[in-house]
């Protein structure tokens, strides 16, 4: 199982081609409105991690999710410890 942490353009992403195939790079970049820089090292390091694998034609790149088992968790923060006062009767 994978955890990707919500709220991340790692999450925007594998929801997008969880929801649409085939989707081009190029699909993605007009529905994030992120950089291209920024995408394709996000698009990089999910394909490092073997969860995407990109398919290059000579005028467009595919996108393909390889895995289904990805866990989308929160980010981990520590909860506040609230001291409560006792009423004394």
């Given at each position: 199982m994978i955890e990707i942490t919500?709220?991340?353009?790692e999450e925007l992403i594998i929801k997008l081609l969880q929801k649409t195939y085939p989707i081009t790079v190029n699909d993605i970049l007009r529905q994030?409105?992120?950089?291209?820089a920024v995408l394709l090292r996000t698009l990089k390091k999910l394909q490092t991690k073997g969860i995407i694998a990109m398919e290059p034609l000579p005028d467009t790149i595919y996108l393909r999710l390889l895995r289904s088992d990805i866990k989308f968790v929160g980010k981990k923060r520590q909860k506040k410890f609230i001291k409560h006062?006792?009423?004394?009767l």
């Open positions: 919500s709220g991340t353009l994030l409105q992120v950089s291209e006062k006792k009423e004394l």
